[in-house]
């Protein structure tokens, strides 16, 4: 079984300031996460992902997030928010297990509100 | 290149009537994803195609809703009888195979409101 969580259904940060979208999963062997950014009356956009190799994953519009297997977390960071980041923001998760799933299992979304 | 293209965009109907809705893959991909965004809800999957087959159906709702995948490509939802918990934005996904850590191409949805 696989499963995924983001705690915070809305994230507040003032421009400039780092940000942290938080995401933690379940799953039986090792995972693949992703996150997925969703702006207002459109589809997910990919982020970025880990498969394997450096826990420290790096994405788009400056976006990174932290693979750490002991705490289950795939946390979303960026160093300086900006306005044009408020968005909804989805946490996804795939079990590698041979015979798992094909189905990524996504997060409820958690929304990222920054204040100018 | 073109990515996940949805049609239409938008869909007003009445209760009880037959919708399609329909999704275009990127071209080669041989993985199709619907699913269904209810407002202030996650992503709920309903059915996934690889080639033309549906290896997995395990989150259409009831049996009012089926899609179907013609020639490796385009996919077309039907939602039966429409009830007016069916309204909620369908989103299509596609990727270019299934099994590894593939990333999801989403298309930009079909919003459904039934009155």
């Known amino acids: 079984a696989q499963s995924v969580a983001q705690p915070e259904d809305q994230v507040n940060v003032a421009e400039g300031n780092p940000l942290t979208v938080k995401c933690t999963y379940s799953?039986?062997?090792?995972?693949?996460l992703f996150w997925y950014v969703q702006y207002p009356n459109r589809g997910l956009q990919f982020l970025l992902k880990y498969i394997t190799g450096d826990n420290l994953v790096k994405g788009s519009y400056g976006f990174e997030a932290e693979f750490n297997k002991s705490q289950t977390s795939f946390h979303l960071k960026k160093p300086s928010a900006l306005v044009s980041d408020s968005a909804l923001y989805f946490c996804?998760?795939?079990?590698?297990?041979?015979?798992?799933?094909?189905?990524?299992?996504f997060g409820r979304g958690t929304s990222l509100i920054v204040h100018p | 290149g073109a990515g996940v293209s949805q049609s239409p965009s938008n869909k007003v109907t009445e209760k009880g009537k037959d919708v399609e809705l329909r999704c275009d893959p990127i071209?080669?991909?041989?993985?199709l994803y619907w699913y269904r965004q209810s407002l202030g809800q996650g992503l709920e999957f309903l059915i996934y195609f690889q080639g033309n087959s549906a290896p997995d159906k395990s989150g259409l709702p009831s049996d009012r809703f089926s899609a179907e995948r013609t020639g490796g490509s385009v996919s077309t939802l039907t939602i039966q009888r429409t009830q007016q918990e069916d309204s909620a934005v369908y989103l299509c996904?596609?990727?270019?195979?299934?099994?590894?850590?593939?990333?999801?191409?989403f298309g930009p949805g079909t919003r459904l409101l039934v009155l």
């Open positions: 071209s080669g991909h041989t993985a």
């Open positions: 996804a998760v795939r079990d590698r297990t041979r015979g798992g799933s094909y189905i990524p299992t």
């Open positions: 996904a596609s990727s270019s195979i299934a099994g590894v850590g593939e990333t999801q191409y």
């Open positions: 799953v039986s062997g090792n995972p693949y």
